[in-house]
C-alpha cells in the first residue's frame, strides 16, 4: 500500500492490484464521536447524495452512475473505535474493460468529487427539502434498529458498558437530537468537516498511482484546510459485572456479554488475543459452538468478536428464556477452561486455521481490504494480511493463554420475553 498527503491531513492511500474487474473508492471524514455532532455528522453524506449542485438530485445522479457503466455511489457512515467516519464508497469498471478505451476512472472521480465538494444550497443552507427527507429517512433507520434484536442487544451492551466514553454513541446518531437539525446548522457543521476533519481515501483497482494520486489532488486544490487530529480511543478497565434486563415480545431471547481486555491492535499481545478469541467463541470450532451450543443446546447460536480498535469482545447469543441463566454459566465457565489452560492443541491449531482462513478471504474482496487496511491506519500499525497471517501462525500457546487471562466480563445485557 502506497501512502501520499495529497493536502493537509488528506491522506491518500493506493492498494495497486489487478484482481478484480471493479476499481474501489472510499473517501472518509474523521470526527470524534460526539453528543449531536454524531448525528449531523450521519446525516451529511445522505443529503450530499440528493442536492448536488450538478447532478440536481438522485434521479440525474443515478442517470450519470448508469453512464459510467452502472457505477455505484453509496453514502457511509461508520463507527472505529471512538472516531466516526462519513463520507463515500464508491466502485465501478476498471478502464481496460471499458468499450472504446474510455476513461471510468477519470469520469467517476469527477462524479465524486461533484457530490462530496459543490452541494445545492439555499440561503446559507442545505436544500431545505432534502434535509427534511433524510431527517425523516434517519429517524426511520434509527427506530428499525430494534427490529434486529441480535444487533440491538450488542448495541445496547456497548451502550451499558461504556456509558461516559464516546464508544457508547452510535455512528448512526440519536433519534432526539433530529428534530434540532436545521439545514443552516448542517451545512455549517459540513464546511466544519471541510476544513478540519483529516481525510482519509482509499483506491483499490489497477490504475497508476501517478494518476490516482494527481486525480485526488484535483479534488481538494483551493480547500482550506486547519485540520484537528482525533482523540486516541481510551480503553477502560472492567469493573464490578453489571446486569441489564429489557423486556420485548420476542419468542428467542438475547445473551449478550461484553468484556473488556485492555488488548488493541497496535499492541503486540493483539494476535495473540484474536487467537484467544477464536478458541473461545470466533468460530464453529470453538468452545462456544462446539459445547454451549453444540453438546449442551443452550443456545441456538453463541459466538464472540474482537472489537480492534477499543478492547473488548463482545459474547453474543439467542438462548430459550428458561435456559439463560444456564447458558450464561456456562459461557463462563468455558472462558474460565480456557484462561486455565484446559484447551487442547488441536482446539488452537483449529482456531488458528479458522482466522487464518478469514484473513485470506477478506483479501478477495475490495471492501474488505479497505476496511483491513483503515483499522491498521487508525490503530497506527499499518501490517498487511499476510504479515498478520504470520503474526496468528507465531503465536504460541503461552502467549494465546496469558492474553485470554485478560478477557474480563463487564456487563451483561438481556433481552427477555414479556410472558
Given at each position: 500500500?502506497?501512502?501520499?498527503?495529497?493536502?493537509?491531513?488528506?491522506?491518500?492511500?493506493?492498494?495497486?492490484?489487478?484482481?478484480?474487474?471493479?476499481?474501489?473508492?472510499?473517501?472518509?471524514?474523521?470526527?470524534?464521536?460526539?453528543?449531536?455532532?454524531?448525528?449531523?455528522?450521519?446525516?451529511?453524506?445522505?443529503?450530499?447524495?440528493?442536492?448536488?449542485?450538478?447532478?440536481?438530485?438522485?434521479?440525474?445522479?443515478?442517470?450519470?452512475?448508469?453512464?459510467?457503466?452502472?457505477?455505484?455511489?453509496?453514502?457511509?457512515?461508520?463507527?472505529?473505535?471512538?472516531?466516526?467516519?462519513?463520507?463515500?464508497?464508491?466502485?465501478?469498471?476498471?478502464?481496460?474493460?471499458?468499450?472504446?478505451?474510455?476513461?471510468?476512472?477519470?469520469?467517476?472521480?469527477?462524479?465524486?468529487?461533484?457530490?462530496?465538494?459543490?452541494?445545492?444550497?439555499?440561503?446559507?443552507?442545505?436544500?431545505?427539502?432534502?434535509?427534511?427527507?433524510?431527517?425523516?429517512?434517519?429517524?426511520e433507520k434509527l427506530q428499525s434498529r430494534?427490529?434486529?434484536?441480535?444487533?440491538?442487544?450488542?448495541?445496547?451492551?456497548?451502550?451499558?458498558?461504556?456509558?461516559?466514553?464516546?464508544?457508547?454513541?452510535?455512528?448512526?446518531?440519536?433519534?432526539?437530537?433530529?428534530?434540532?437539525?436545521?439545514p443552516e446548522g448542517l451545512y455549517k457543521?459540513?464546511?466544519?468537516?471541510?476544513?478540519?476533519?483529516?481525510?482519509?481515501?482509499?483506491?483499490?483497482?489497477?490504475?497508476?498511482?501517478?494518476?490516482?494520486?494527481?486525480?485526488?489532488?484535483?479534488?481538494?486544490?483551493?480547500?482550506?484546510?486547519?485540520?484537528?487530529?482525533?482523540?486516541?480511543?481510551?480503553?477502560?478497565?472492567?469493573?464490578?459485572?453489571?446486569?441489564?434486563?429489557?423486556?420485548?415480545?420476542?419468542?428467542?431471547?438475547?445473551?449478550?456479554?461484553?468484556?473488556?481486555?485492555?488488548?488493541?491492535?497496535?499492541?503486540?499481545?493483539?494476535?495473540?488475543?484474536?487467537?484467544?478469541?477464536?478458541?473461545?467463541?470466533?468460530?464453529?470450532?470453538?468452545?462456544?459452538?462446539?459445547?454451549?451450543?453444540?453438546?449442551?443446546?443452550?443456545?441456538?447460536?453463541?459466538?464472540?468478536?474482537?472489537?480492534?480498535?477499543?478492547?473488548?469482545?463482545?459474547?453474543?447469543?439467542?438462548?430459550?428464556?428458561?435456559?439463560?441463566?444456564?447458558?450464561?454459566?456456562?459461557?463462563?465457565?468455558?472462558?474460565?477452561?480456557?484462561?486455565?489452560?484446559?484447551?487442547?492443541?488441536?482446539?488452537?491449531?483449529?482456531?488458528?486455521?479458522?482466522?487464518?482462513?478469514?484473513?485470506?478471504?477478506?483479501?478477495?474482496?475490495?471492501?474488505?481490504?479497505?476496511?483491513?487496511?483503515?483499522?491498521?491506519?487508525?490503530?497506527?500499525?499499518?501490517?498487511?494480511?499476510?504479515e498478520q497471517i504470520e503474526g496468528i501462525?507465531?503465536?504460541?500457546?503461552?502467549?494465546?493463554?496469558?492474553?485470554?487471562?485478560?478477557?474480563?466480563?463487564?456487563?451483561?445485557?438481556?433481552?427477555?420475553?414479556?410472558?
Open positions: 500500500m502506497l501512502t501520499r498527503q495529497t493536502a493537509p491531513s488528506v491522506t491518500l492511500n493506493t492498494i495497486k492490484t489487478d484482481k478484480f474487474k471493479n476499481a474501489f473508492v472510499t473517501v472518509s471524514f474523521l470526527s470524534p464521536l460526539e453528543p449531536v455532532r454524531n448525528t449531523e455528522n450521519a446525516l451529511i453524506p445522505r443529503v450530499l447524495m440528493g442536492s448536488s449542485e450538478k447532478y440536481g438530485d438522485l434521479r440525474r445522479l443515478n442517470v450519470e452512475l448508469d453512464r459510467l457503466y452502472g457505477a455505484q455511489l453509496l453514502p457511509m457512515c461508520r463507527k472505529k473505535g471512538e472516531t466516526q467516519l462519513v463520507g463515500f464508497a464508491m466502485s465501478f469498471i476498471c478502464d481496460e474493460y471499458a468499450l472504446g478505451g474510455e476513461k471510468v476512472f477519470d469520469g467517476a472521480v469527477s462524479l465524486l468529487g461533484e457530490v462530496l465538494l459543490h452541494p445545492k444550497t439555499e440561503k446559507g443552507g442545505f436544500d431545505p427539502a432534502v434535509a427534511e427527507l433524510e431527517k425523516r429517512q434517519l429517524r430494534i427490529n434486529d434484536k441480535m444487533r440491538y442487544g450488542v448495541e445496547r451492551c456497548h451502550e451499558i458498558m461504556c456509558e461516559g466514553e464516546p464508544f457508547a454513541l452510535s455512528a448512526s446518531g440519536a433519534e432526539e437530537d433530529i428534530d434540532g437539525v436545521t457543521r459540513y464546511r466544519d468537516l471541510l476544513r478540519t476533519a483529516p481525510v482519509e481515501i482509499f483506491y483499490i483497482g489497477p490504475a497508476d498511482e501517478g494518476e490516482v494520486e494527481a486525480a485526488f489532488s484535483r479534488m481538494f486544490r483551493g480547500i482550506e484546510r486547519e485540520p484537528k487530529d482525533c482523540p486516541a480511543t481510551t480503553v477502560g478497565r472492567a469493573g464490578e459485572i453489571r446486569v441489564v434486563e429489557e423486556k420485548m415480545d420476542v419468542t428467542q431471547c438475547k445473551l449478550t456479554i461484553g468484556c473488556r481486555t485492555g488488548v488493541r491492535a497496535c499492541d503486540d499481545d493483539y494476535c495473540a488475543l484474536a487467537l484467544a478469541n477464536a478458541v473461545f467463541g470466533g468460530g464453529p470450532t470453538s468452545k462456544l459452538f462446539m459445547n454451549v451450543r453444540e453438546k449442551l443446546s443452550l443456545c441456538y447460536y453463541a459466538s464472540s468478536a474482537v472489537d480492534k480498535l477499543k478492547g473488548i469482545i463482545t459474547v453474543y447469543s439467542g438462548v430459550d428464556q428458561k435456559n439463560i441463566d444456564r447458558a450464561r454459566e456456562e459461557i463462563e465457565a468455558q472462558l474460565n477452561d480456557l484462561k486455565a489452560g484446559r484447551v487442547t492443541d488441536d482446539e488452537i491449531e483449529a482456531a488458528r486455521l479458522v482466522i487464518i482462513n478469514a484473513l485470506r478471504a477478506a483479501a478477495d474482496s475490495p471492501a474488505s481490504m479497505e476496511d483491513f487496511a483503515l483499522g491498521g491506519t487508525l490503530c497506527g500499525k499499518k501490517v498487511t494480511f499476510e501462525k507465531a503465536v504460541t500457546r503461552e502467549q494465546m493463554l496469558a492474553a485470554a487471562r485478560k478477557i474480563v466480563p463487564d456487563t451483561v445485557f438481556v433481552i427477555k420475553g414479556e410472558k
